[in-house]
């Protein structure tokens, strides 16, 4: 049984149940799992560590490549096993423990994580559990849709449970490239010089006395959870495409633009399907996570390879993709979430970063996290890696929210996780500011004009022009800059009736 | 005459006066000039053009390394010759005209304008005008103080005048070490592994016939303005140094500490000031300026070594250095501040970043740039590149200002220009907040115990109290969050009487 999954026959005896393995866990323990974006987690060992909390007291830190799927963050949350969680999440159930002050949050970069972990800034990894498709003779660890953290976690784990996942199909090995930069001060570069290069191994080595047991699953990853396109990020997809079309034109970039890097959602996912429809050819990907669209976009030819941490697909074209996964082997490049996100290679590349605001003010400082300033929505996740180091960085958003009751322009956004240093175009279904050489009052009309939802220009306008009598750099009212989230408080709405 | 300075005989004709140089330039041109924190600054061509403003109009955008010394960004300014201004200025005049909106100014990281000309993200720029010791039989330039943006101005510019400054040591020919990242996407990784590593050339290359004029000065660098130590920046250091001994004895780092950077001003100076009394050995830096406690530490033997764009001393330290300058020739590099600062290396070394706050938040957010909010004090500068990628990224600030009517620690940053992602460390002359790994309710408390001057912390600790009322993973009451900036522009005090 299992041999073409675990080739390393002494590693047979570490077969065992979910519940065996979870016993290998203690109360306070830092435990690094795999998945990102809902893929490649871990699927036995979260229920089971949910059941060994009813029997006894079990905190743990958790730390994972991205959002897990299977709801297993809320569950583990709701049992009280997560008492702090890094470096990001997604889960409804999670969120809740998050903002009522029960699970401490640390949101993070998601390339900065593993180099914390290797510079000691953080506390130690204690057992690492990995999802995989096969056990190589050697030991390494093949993992499956998305490779995240797990390396990192491998590495540095006292000890390594695996989950061998019957659903995965073998074929994905060979997906995966594996590179772990050296520990700091001497280290070399990252050998990356173009978007497909690999450099890598196809597995996780790993001493195979280092994996304490092997867990057998069958359950599929949770399907991606992106809306499909509506006529608001068609609109957005459109401004997207057409700012391209006239980067293009005046020289800065050729048909094949420059490696694409989207964030994970419904709205990033729109705008890239809407490339199909674009006369942009032999584009790349650099990116985090492959949605549909990529793989929408590989099909149609469109673009010639991508490069991500994590495939996070609907069941349709999940299915659609592992049928005909052998026209993708050569197209996709699967790598540790430090190396896709990293600011030497994101830079290197001069990639066009497209990432989703919650809100932005009239400056151009994004909100990426943080429901009216206060409650965590997600996390900052990779935005902030390719933001800041990108040749193009786009933030997109709907102009409203609530049915109107919430603008996504704001006079100042309630929490910034992008300053206007880091911000070079902002797109709504309305339309686009090109911020690139401009100060801060050249964005402001800018911004409110080509951005902002009609009903909200006339209040913003007024409130632009009593900040422009008080003077400065970046004008403002102070007494009335978070008026506008305390309105919505109180009222229900932004909008001054 | 001036063989010595200018080494390719035919160049002799292009020497004629700043008056005449200035008529090269038309209004509304972008012109880039050498200079990085009043060091290297062009000495002639400022004054010559306010000469010609008088005259008739000329509006220029003017890009530079940092900021200029000799008052010129003030004279330039006043007489209308700036309209547009980036990436960086500390200049009294300037900042009044940046603030009443009468010159736009661009704040930008200072690793990044080169890579946005290079890319066309900025309009290129028509002359540069380059400070130099020497020109080179071949046409290359010699910086003298500072290297800044001069080669990639030099690089692009159609025309190029060159200042040769009598007053600049000759002995100044190979501390400089200019290399110039390729055009993105094609383009290989930095080849810098260490602080002392050389890569490029001695000189700036450029083709000789895009020489248009040589102006012969002979006044030197305006001296540096930082203050000396004092008792609160002595505590303030010793802060710092207590907690690198700290890291020293957890074994993340030996006695050699990680490279340093250190942020230009009184207290980055006084901090590092500080280090001659401290037990680390065999140290390095790679910072944007050296100021004089570098030369210091140079001095002690504690500092092996050096890496910069600029050197910044005071009147007594500057003549000491050219007195000794053998002595610094083979451990002082400078280099363009777009390697001094960039992402790619400030990760790979894993430095120490130390910069000045003007304010942070309980939460670890922090202000670099503007006073209240609203008005622009100096600009970002490299804080940004640094903090973002240094494996400790720390700030400094004395924990009041305006004999304590202002506080520096605030409910709520009035403008963001690092956000609580890339912030590791806070200290003030009260003591040291270690934020890594920790929640931001976790951060809060340490924050106002640890760094908040004692006559605020009743006030912050009441606003917390009262914010952890409505939730969140950052608690905030948003009515309030604000109300310290508004307090103390209305009553002229931030303490609650």
């Known amino acids: 049984m299992y041999e073409d999954r675990i ?24 435990v690094g799992m795999s998945g990102f974006t809902r893929a490649g987690d871990a699927k036995a060992l979260p229920l089971a560590l949910v059941e060994r909390a009813r029997q006894e007291p079990l905190n743990l830190t958790l730390l994972t490549g991205a959002s897990l799927g299977n709801d297993s963050d809320g569950l583990m949350a709701n049992a009280g096993v997560v008492a702090r969680r890094m470096p990001f999440q997604a889960d409804a159930a999670l969120r809740r423990k998050i903002n009522s002050g029960e699970v401490m949050f640390i949101d993070q970069h998601l390339s900065e994580t593993a180099e914390q972990l290797r510079s000691g800034d953080l506390k130690p990894v204690d057992i690492a559990v990995i999802e995989a498709v096969a056990i190589t003779p050697d030991g390494g660890i093949i993992p499956t849709m998305s490779l995240g953290n797990s390396a990192n976690f491998a590495q540095q784990a006292g000890k390594i449970i695996v989950e061998i996942n019957l659903s995965a199909p073998l074929a994905l090995e060979g997906f995966h490239d594996v590179y772990i930069p050296g520990a700091r001060p001497h280290r070399g570069a990252i050998p990356l010089l173009a978007p497909w290069q690999r450099m890598g191994w196809t597995s996780i080595p790993v001493h195979p006395d280092r994996i304490a047991a092997i867990v057998i699953t069958d359950s599929p990853d949770s399907p991606s959870n992106a ?44 705008v890239l ?21 990529a793989i929408e976009l590989l099909d149609s030819g469109q673009l010639s390879m991508a490069s ?84 193009l960085s786009m933030f997109v958003t ?37 911020l690139r050489g401009l100060a801060p009052r050249e964005r402001a009309p800018l911004i409110i004009e080509n951005c902002a939802h009609p ?43």
């Open 308 to 391: 991500a941490s994590s495939i996070t697909l609907s069941a349709a074209m999940h299915e659609k993709f592992i049928r005909n996964i052998e026209q993708y082997r050569e197209r996709i490049v699967l790598r540790p979430q430090e190396i896709s996100n990293h600011p030497e290679v994101v830079r290197r590349l001069g990639l066009i970063a497209l990432n989703t605001a919650l809100e932005f003010d009239i400056y151009g400082n994004v909100n990426s996290t943080h429901v009216g300033g206060t409650h965590m929505m997600n996390g900052i996740g990779g935005s902030g890696d390719f933001a800041r180091n990108a040749q």
């Open 227 to 270: 809306l499909p396109p509506d006529d608001e990020t068609d609109a957005i997809a459109r401004h997207v495409i057409a700012f391209l079309e006239g980067e293009v034109k005046a020289g800065r970039m050729g048909p094949e633009l420059r490696p694409l890097q989207a964030g994970i959602g419904t709205i990033a996912n729109a």
């Open 7 to 30: 080739r390393r026959p002494a590693l047979m005896d570490k077969v065992m149940t979910a519940e065996q393995a979870a016993r290998l866990f203690k109360n306070g323990m830092t």
């Open 455 to 497: 009903d909200y220009r006339p209040q913003l306008r007024a409130y632009y022009a009593e900040a422009l009598k008080g003077g400065g750099q970046t004008p403002h009212v102070l007494e009335q800059a978070l008026s506008w989230h305390a309105r919505y408080k109180r009222e229900g709405s932004m909008l001054v009736k």
């Open 273 to 293: 399907h809407g490339l199909i429809d674009s006369p942009f050819r032999d584009m790349t990907m650099y990116s985090e996570v492959l949605q549909d669209s």
């Open 398 to 434: 709907k102009s409203v929210a609530k049915d109107g009751a919430i603008s996504s322009v704001v006079p100042f956004a309630a929490h910034v996780d992008h300053t206007e240093h880091d911000v070079d175009v902002l797109v709504t279904e309305w339309g686009l500011a090109d």
